[in-house]
């Protein structure tokens, strides 16, 4: 027993002694939140703007991101080099203080930048133990260092904002919620291509300045950007790959074709069923969808059976136009699977798929895809009849 409990004291003082070895005061290093990253206007070069939180925000931002939005909880600084890394060591002769990246959350890559491809970019951040792999990966739909440079109304760390939008997004499902780790797994696949989200600034009329939006999915072949899906382009991305969670559904009413009709989703399912048969690939795509009766106009009754099933053939109408939007992006546009359909055929027909790997890029615009949607109604909400006018 004596034996035992030394062991187990030896362990414990070493396992100290190894925390306390790499242990950095915070007057030394400089937390970086989120990072972006731009072409420069000098040749060869990378632009890359770091959002460091200020020491003297820290106590009070961090743990509940709370804080007044007058007061600016970050250093926006920017250097150049000719990788992220020489960045960031060229960044220490503007600051005091050595640049740590395991608090940062939000990677965005400008648009002009991800076109040329991204893989020299996040080497850095797969390669080097410091930066979190479990980051935020958005595209810019114009300069990262805009986004970057942005406050929010909110929260005076802004990439605490940027967090949880991707995080809420799920209740409308118009966008993607994609890692640095997800971003890579699917780059290094030898047919599906990677997708991340898409963000930019948008103008506020109400308040007369911009404000940052995440505004669909960022699409690439490989490792470059071909183009960007809207909101509904996203949520027929996500209905294929069943990741809808939530949302509302407008469908024109049935009794005023000029009025619209909120739908909400509770719950969604979809398959990917791959077939074979003479030499001719054909997906077909079941997507299952629940939903309640969310708005409706005044004084008209659409909770009857009838009107119930002229609802749901609306809304299944709807969800198979934004499958079928984002369908022809992908194959007819831009050759690429962000739909993990040729891992469907590969689970299926492994035989088939040693002759079909090498020319999936070829065959998967080619491919026919049947649609199947089963909506349906459950409920009308808290209230049965429509609210009476006077």
């Known amino acids: 027993m004596r034996k035992n409990l030394i062991l187990i004291l030896i362990i414990i003082m070493g396992t100290i002694l190894i925390g306390c070895w790499s242990r950095r005061e915070l007057d030394t290093i400089a937390i970086i939140s989120a990072m972006g990253i731009d072409k420069s206007e000098e040749e060869g070069k990378l632009s890359v703007a770091f959002q460091i939180i200020?020491?003297?925000?820290?106590q009070g931002a961090i743990p509940s991101g709370a804080g007044?939005?007058?007061?600016?909880?970050?250093?926006?600084?920017?250097?150049?080099?000719?990788?992220?890394?020489?960045?960031?060591?060229?960044?220490?002769?503007?600051?005091?203080?050595?640049?740590?990246?395991?608090?940062?959350?939000?990677v965005v890559i400008g648009e002009e930048l991800a076109r040329e491809g991204i893989t020299p970019l996040i080497d850095f951040l797969n390669r080097d133990p410091e930066p979190r792999r479990t980051s935020w990966l958005l595209i810019a739909k114009g300069k990262a260092h805009d986004i970057i440079?942005?406050?929010?109304?909110?929260?005076?760390?802004?990439?605490?904002?940027i967090e949880?939008?991707?995080?809420?997004?799920?209740?409308?499902?118009?966008?993607v919620q994609v890692n640095i780790n997800e971003f890579l797994k699917n780059l290094a696949s030898p047919t599906s291509d990677p997708?991340?989200?898409?963000?930019?600034?948008?103008?506020?009329?109400?308040?007369?300045?911009?404000?940052?939006?995440?505004?669909?999915?960022?699409v690439f072949r490989k490792d470059k950007l071909v183009g960007f899906l809207d909101e509904h382009e996203t949520r027929g991305?996500?209905?294929?790959l069943g990741k809808v969670v939530s949302g509302i559904i407008l469908v024109k009413s049935?009794?005023?074709e000029n009025e619209d009709v909120a739908l909400e989703i509770i719950r969604a399912s979809s398959k990917i069923i791959p077939e074979i048969s003479d030499d001719q690939i054909k997906i077909t795509i079941e997507i299952k969808e629940e939903g309640n009766l969310a708005e409706q106009l005044p004084d008209i009754d659409l909770t009857n059976t009838k009107m119930f099933k002229e609802l749901e053939q609306r809304k299944a109408q709807v969800i198979k136009n934004e499958v079928q939007s984002v369908l022809e992006k992908a194959q007819k546009e831009w050759g690429a699977d962000i739909f993990g359909f040729g891992d469907a055929v590969h689970r299926k027909y492994p035989k088939e798929w040693k002759t079909l790997q090498t020319k999936w890029r070829d065959v998967f615009p080619t491919i026919n895809v049947e649609i199947k949607v089963d909506a349906r109604l459950r409920d009308t909400g808290l209230s049965s009849a429509p609210v009476k006018g006077r």
């Not at 200020?54 to 820290?58: A, G, H, N, T």
């Not at 991305?237 to 294929?240: D, E, K, P, Q």
């Open 54 to 58: 200020k020491p003297s925000e820290l």
């Open 164 to 175: 949880n939008m991707i995080k809420s997004s799920s209740a409308t499902s118009m966008a």
């Open 68 to 106: 007044s939005a007058s007061s600016k909880g970050v250093w926006v600084l920017t250097s150049t080099g000719y990788t992220i890394i020489d960045a960031a060591r060229n960044a220490t002769m503007q600051s005091d203080r050595k640049l740590f990246f395991s608090q940062n959350k939000i």
């Open 149 to 161: 440079s942005a406050k929010h109304e909110q929260v005076n760390i802004p990439a605490e904002a």
């Open 195 to 218: 997708i991340a989200c898409r963000i930019e600034m948008i103008q506020d009329h109400q308040n007369k300045n911009q404000k940052m939006r995440l505004t669909g999915a960022s």
């Open 237 to 240: 991305l996500n209905w294929i």
């Open 254 to 256: 049935p009794k005023d």
